[in-house]
């Protein structure tokens, strides 16, 4: 397989995520100002939850696909994640919640599918799907991110450093494109199931908007 099929196939999975993305209501109303501080704090100890699980999921794609090009994907994805949450620490801490805080928080079930399905394929899964599966929903999380630290911001009294954690995601990390596609290239290459890829990207997609939709459930 070649690369202009890897990049085929990312285009059809963006257009089907496209298809499928409805309004964020969480950012929607942190917009508005009218986010209650219990929300925000959800908001943290949810992440604190998703981010530690990613860079383990990470961490264990590397491991099992070592070599070039998927290695050194999934590798500097879990020292992403691992400089994720440093800068959570500092939005915790705006909120005046602690590492035990957070860590002793009840996580709301549907706010959690989104890292227990990425956990399930960094287990299961192939490295083509984990590849596209992030590669075609990382501009519109990165979209939320930067809505959410304009908002924190504007409406509620955070300074830049707070809000590090969401100009960090808001932004894709410089050429991570190019490798994803190469991952997803090489894996179809070698018999990777183009359609599984594609059915990957959908479902973290849909499990995505279960964790806004769990932040925001309840609010008027």
Request: one cysteine or more; a negative charge.
């Amino acid at each position: 397989m070649s690369g202009h099929t890897a990049t085929e196939l990312a285009a059809r999975a963006r257009r089907q995520i496209a298809d499928a993305t409805t309004p964020n209501r969480f950012v929607d109303v942190l917009e508005s100002g009218g986010m209650p501080r219990e929300r925000l704090i959800w908001l943290a100890a949810e992440e604190y939850r998703i981010v530690g699980s990613d860079r383990r999921s990470f961490a264990l794609l590397a491991a099992r696909f070592p070599e070039a090009p998927a290695g050194e994907l999934f590798l500097g994805l879990a020292q992403g994640e691992g400089r994720a949450l440093a800068l959570l620490d500092d939005f915790a801490a705006a909120l005046g919640e602690s590492d035990e805080n957070l860590s002793a928080y009840e996580p709301r079930p549907f706010a959690q599918v989104y890292p227990a399905y990425l956990a399930q394929r960094a287990a299961f899964g192939t490295a083509s799907e984990v590849a596209l599966a992030m590669l075609a929903n990382l501009e519109e999380w990165g979209a939320y991110c930067s809505r959410t630290a304009r908002a924190l911001r504007a409406h509620y009294g955070f300074q830049e450093k707070d809000v590090g954690f969401f100009t960090f995601f808001a932004g894709s990390p410089p050429g991570f494109e190019e490798q994803a596609l190469d991952v997803i290239a090489s894996g179809l290459a070698s018999g990777d199931d183009p359609e599984e890829a594609v059915r990957a990207a959908r479902l973290l997609h849909a499990y995505e908007t279960a964790f806004w939709d769990a932040l925001v459930d309840g609010l008027p």
